[in-house]
Antibody, heavy 123, light 107 residues
Framework: EVQLVESGGGLVKPGGSLRLSCVAS????????MNWVRQAPGKGLEWVSS????????YYGGSVKGRFTTSRDNAKNSLYLHMNSLRVEDTGVYYC????????????????WGQGTLVTVSS | EIVLTQSPGTLSLSPGERATLSCRAS???????LAWYQQKPGQAPRLLIY???SRATGIPDRFSGSGSGTDFTLTISRLEPEDFAVYYC????????FGGGTKVEIK
């Protein structure tokens, strides 16, 4: 059974930093592109970042580029999101998601999701 | 950036009725790289449809997707009680963006 478990969320002040983690099980983590998607309270979904299986390609959404860094450790089946210079508008639930059916594009769909971890940016 | 506009914002229907959800793109979506997700309160989204019309694993055949270019549709042929939820479209042909969602509620 595929499982994705996020952790590391919490309350942080504007300008602060936080590191989220996602531990995967039930599939060959090292073969899959992984992703972060977030959702502000009561709002829709926003793609944050994607990282290829070998970390050779990493992509970011425009609102987080230059502030967030995605990495992974295939030996630990783990995905990370390092968030710096946090803003109030970064508040939300952050989901770790596995890439869906293979596509020829750089980015794709998301077929398995974790339950999310809540990040609150407030003074 | 491709902007996806979903309509209506809310759809009020009864179980057994047909639901038709629209997703319109600000520019053509390459090779129909359009997906649909379902999200229930307090839960993570679930992939329903990818590549405009392919059902994801385990998705019942009452869910179908169609469209091309800038206009896409998710149809639920007969609503079951568990289908009342929020639905999002997503394009992945040019970077990646989501629509704002359509809530399907019980009338």
């Amino acid at each position: 059974e595929v499982q994705l478990v996020e952790s590391g969320g919490g309350l942080v002040k504007p300008g602060g930093s936080l590191r989220l983690s996602c531990v995967a099980s039930g599939f060959t983590f090292s073969s899959q592109t992984m992703n972060w998607v977030r959702q502000a309270p009561g709002k829709g979904l926003e793609w944050v970042s994607s990282i290829s299986s070998s970390s050779s390609h990493i992509y970011y959404g425009g609102s987080v580029k230059g502030r967030f860094t995605t990495s992974r450790d295939n030996a630990k089946n783990s995905l990370y999101l390092h968030m710096n210079s946090l803003r109030v508008e970064d508040t939300g639930v952050y989901y770790c998601a596995r890439d869906g059916p293979p596509v020829p594009t750089a980015l794709g769909t998301f077929d398995y999701w974790g339950q999310g971890t809540l990040v609150t940016v407030s003074s | 950036e491709i902007v996806l506009t979903q309509s209506p914002g809310t759809l009020s229907l009864s179980p057994g009725e047909r639901a038709t959800l629209s997703c319109r793109a600000s520019q053509s979506v390459s090779s129909s790289y359009l997906a649909w997700y379902q999200q229930k309160p307090g839960q993570a989204p679930r992939l329903l449809i990818y590549g405009t019309s392919s059902r994801a694993t385990g998705i019942p055949d009452r869910f179908s997707g169609s469209g091309s270019g800038t206009d896409f549709t998710l149809t639920i042929s007969r609503l079951e009680p568990e289908d009342f939820a929020v639905y999002y479209c997503q394009q992945y042909g040019s970077s990646l963006t989501f629509g704002g969602g359509t809530k399907v509620e019980i009338k």
